[in-house]
């Protein structure tokens, strides 16, 4: 039988020597009626199979929707640029990249329930991996941190020039050796972690379905699998912005030790948090993985019974990669992912899903920041917009895309002239979003930069260079801290050590201030915003599902499982890999006031925002672009292909007179029933 190990089976003729006919007759009876008590167990079911695998995939999405939900976050505590955030949340290709051809060769030769819950428990390990940086870090301290002591005038303007910056050289160099110097190194071990843990997960788990899951079935299970995928980043989202609704250092100081409102732009909120919460879930869900056979029986439906069992007496045939060995393997996968890149429709559709894959991936790790900057949301807020809004409307048009593609029984060319209308309109809407935004916020000495020396009224307030508190003056114009402000005087809450106010500030028409930014002022935008930003994510997801039928008709069959493991290896190291940083990059170009902490640059604190906006969101047009140019020179491809089809048919039903044949109707015929 297929679910049982036949390598230590004796030799059955012996045994059938001394059986006789109604022995014979009464064991097969038994056989065909009782299964083997090995099949009656749970861990033999591929309806079990699925559901575990549907949370284990839900699991470990979460861990990758988290991470880039809460980049940002970590950006500002520790002081990262977003070039070093984009290494960061991209460094989990690494490992993928490296181990992703082996999948195609280890396939059926593994125990692949044993594999995925092994990478599933490397997976929940690179979650705690990550999340131990927060412990090792010691508590957050931002600039003008405010004591529990009323008369702490630290951060105000003393014309005594008796004030002392409170990083000297000796707490600059404790803190960098305690507490900064490993947390990017174990951030990248935990991403590398998490990549590789990730690798049998996904295609062991689809390929274990396809094989022992009845035909009739498999497409729903696969359906749903396809489904949790989609969704498991937006829950990662969600819970991330939960999370960040708790201050970082909640496990070290009360609710009333803490200084900052949610607003203020040093909040910090408690990123490791989440990675506890996926940790221990991903461990719960890769146990099950230990007790699922390694073969289990063919699952049977009430019609597969009724059908003929002719292809079930059919011998399958023989897998080639199957025999052979992993040298040959290694030697023929570059031949073929050649071979396969030769084919024009093929190349162009994978460049033109690399282009959307770059576009995605930059703009899920930067989206909730570019809304935090942008339109002055907490951080929070962002992440509940980008989980809440636009990715289920990206997986609704997953999903009617290929209910179009069902119902309309649309043709290879048909699916390209769907791609490219669908990415035309992509276009449409994303070009608008360049003009949804507001400049900088004018902060004196910062921007514009023409009031560089207005600081003189604050000049002998002895304001150290390092410091970063802003406050927004009563005539709104904003200054980086209320030294800078000229402000002597504070007001703080009796029950906690929040400030309230500044006041007697010598810098500011009114001479008190608010803590935190004034903001952009066009928080007003943020819904036309929303609603283009998640418009543009609907309609570029209709394209998903035709784009990956036309590879899969355009390649030869016996070259298929290499041409989407090609695609999936191109999509790593042309788009998930280098988008992030390059989007980071594009971020730090316009910074104009970077954070400093011991004499070493941090993360910004302030950018020019026309620049943030025009380089963030036209990289997005750039890559919209792209895509559209390779589906349209498919689409032409395939017409040509088609006329050149029809033009052979035609002659082919042409006598030597030049007289056609009679039975016009022929090839007109064949011309209906040729594939587009």
Not at 590 to 595: E, N, P, R
Request: proline share 5%; charged share 15%; with cysteine.
């Amino acid at each position: 039988m297929t679910g049982l190990d036949t390598e230590n089976t004796p030799t059955p003729q012996l045994h059938l020597q001394n059986m006789t006919a109604s022995d014979f007759q009464l064991n097969s009876d038994s056989q065909r009626s009782t299964p083997p008590s090995r099949c009656r167990g749970p861990f033999n079911s591929i309806k079990l199979f699925v559901l575990c695998h549907g949370m284990l995939q839900l699991a470990q999405l979460l861990v990758s929707g988290y991470l880039k939900s809460s980049i940002s976050t970590i950006e500002r505590r520790y002081g990262f640029s977003s070039q070093k955030s984009g290494i960061l949340a991209s460094f989990n290709e690494v490992g993928n990249i490296v181990l992703i051809v082996f999948v195609s060769f280890f396939g059926s030769r593994v125990h692949r329930p044993r594999f995925i819950g092994g990478g599933a428990l490397l997976v929940s390990l690179a979650a705690l991996i990550m999340a131990m940086s927060h412990f090792i870090s010691g508590p957050y301290k931002y600039t003008d941190h405010i004591s529990e002591s009323k008369d702490d005038d630290s951060g105000l303007c003393q014309l005594e020039s008796s004030f002392q910056s409170p990083l000297s050289n000796h707490s600059c160099t404790q803190q960098e050796s305690h507490s900064q110097q490993g947390v990017f190194p174990l951030l990248l071990l935990g991403q590398l972690l998490l990549g590789i843990g990730g690798v049998p997960i996904q295609p062991f788990g689809i390929s274990y379905i396809d094989d022992y899951a009845s035909k009739r079935n498999s497409p729903l299970y696969l359906g749903i699998l396809l489904a949790v995928t989609s969704i498991g980043p937006a829950f990662g989202f969600m819970m991330g912005s939960f999370m960040l609704r708790f201050y970082v250092d909640i496990d070290k100081m009360s609710k009333d030790q803490i200084g900052l409102e949610r607003r203020d732009p040093r909040w910090v909120g408690a990123w490791w948090l989440g990675f506890l919460v996926a940790a221990s879930f991903l461990f719960l869900t890769s146990l099950p993985y230990l007790f699922f056979p390694r073969q289990m029986p063919k699952e049977e439906t009430g019609s597969d019974a009724t059908e003929p069992r002719e292809e079930e007496e059919k011998k399958p045939l023989p897998d080639p990669v199957l025999e052979l060995t992993l040298t040959q393997f290694l030697k023929s996968f570059p031949r073929i992912a050649l071979r396969t890149l030769r084919n024009p429709i093929y190349l162009l559709v994978v460049l033109a899903q690399v282009h959307l894959a770059a576009m995605v991936a930059g703009l899920a790790t930067f989206m909730a920041k570019f809304i935090e900057r942008q339109f002055t949301q907490t951080a929070s807020f962002s992440n509940m917009m980008i989980g809440g809004v636009s990715i289920p409307l990206a997986v609704l048009g997953i999903v009617l895309g290929g209910a179009l593609m069902r119902r309309l029984s649309i043709s290879t060319r048909g699916s390209a002239l769907m791609c490219t209308a669908a990415i035309l309109m992509c276009m449409l809407t994303a070009l608008p979003l360049l003009l949804l935004g507001c400049s900088t916020q004018s902060v004196t000495g910062v921007y514009p930069t023409t009031q560089n020396g207005s600081l003189g009224c604050s000049a002998g307030c002895s304001c150290p260079t390092e410091t970063f508190n802003p406050v927004c003056g009563s005539d709104g114009v904003e200054f980086i801290s209320p030294c800078h402000a000229g402000c002597m005087t504070k007001v703080q809450d009796n029950n906690t050590i929040k400030v309230l106010n500044y006041t007697n500030c010598v810098c500011i028409n009114g001479s008190h201030a608010l803590p935190g930014t004034c903001g952009s002022n066009c928080e007003h935008l943020l819904l036309p915003f929303m609603v283009l930003s998640a418009l543009t994510c609907f309609i570029a997801s209709f394209s998903q599902t035709p784009s990956y039928m036309m590879i899969l008709r355009t390649v030869r069959t016996e070259d298929k499982s290499f041409a989407v493991g090609v695609q999936y290896m191109l999509f790593r190291m042309l788009a998930f890999l280098p988008a992030p940083v390059l989007y980071g990059i594009a971020i730090d170009t316009t910074c104009i006031l970077w954070g400093k902490k011991c004499g070493r640059n941090t993360s910004c604190h302030y950018y020019n925002m026309d620049l943030f906006r025009q380089r963030f969101l036209g990289l997005q047009v750039l890559f919209v672009c792209g895509a559209f140019i390779c589906f349209l020179l498919s689409l032409l491809i395939l017409r040509h292909r088609a006329g050149q089809q029809g033009q052979q048919v035609e002659q082919r039903y042409t006598v030597v007179n030049g007289v056609k044949s009679p039975d016009n109707n022929t090839a007109s015929k064949e011309l209906q029933r040729m594939p587009a």
